[in-house]
């Protein structure tokens, strides 16, 4: 058994289109690298921040990611095997000789933890539907806004008022 603890700069796309890990920044990996039967076993956690945008106001959104990561990298060997006995070929994770490739189970681990919906607030109410405005720096936000179907019945009641004065 081997423990790693490493920081290594994130990979490309580590996310979602709302939210993810931007590429280059630090990933805190603690990692256990165990030899069993069939190859190496690493567990560990990962640790980042993931930046984004609230759903609702579209501000910045900054969060912590801490998750666990637990993966089998079968010799190649056993690899050919376990394809054989019918396991599908994106659930056998390879050895490359000495090497782990990380990246796909960093993938599989670190993108499902992700919001699906990332908001600044939890009481956030966003946007002001009219004009655009961020509702969360002005709460008492309105607009007078006139139903196009009662338009023309504003006309009367200005054309009456001339009437009376009269």
Do not use: N
């Not at 945008?53 to 900054?62: H, K, Y």
């Not at 666990?68 to 490359?96: F, H, I, N, W």
């Not at 179907?149 to 001339?162: I, Y």
Request: proline share 7%; net charge negative.
């Amino acid at each position: 058994m081997r423990t790693v603890q490493r920081t290594v700069p994130a990979p490309e796309d580590l996310g979602t289109d709302v939210i993810g890990i931007p590429a280059g920044s630090d990933l805190e990996l603690d990692l256990r690298l165990e030899a069993v039967m069939e190859g190496v076993l690493v567990s560990g956690s990962v640790r980042g921040q993931a930046v984004g945008e609230c759903v609702r106001c579209l501000e910045e959104v900054v969060e912590d990611v801490d998750v666990t990561l637990q993966e089998l990298y079968v010799y190649p060997d056993r690899a050919a095997v376990a394809l054989e006995d019918g396991d599908d070929d994106e659930d056998v994770r390879e050895l490359e000789g000495d090497l782990v490739d990380l990246e796909p189970a960093l993938r599989d681990t670190v993108v499902p933890v992700l919001p699906f919906q990332p908001l600044c607030g939890p009481d956030c109410p966003g946007l002001c539907s009219e004009c655009g405005a961020r509702l969360a720096d002005d709460p008492d936000h309105t607009h007078e806004i006139l139903d196009p179907r009662w338009a023309a019945l504003g006309g009367l009641t200005s054309t009456q008022d001339d009437t009376k004065e009269s």
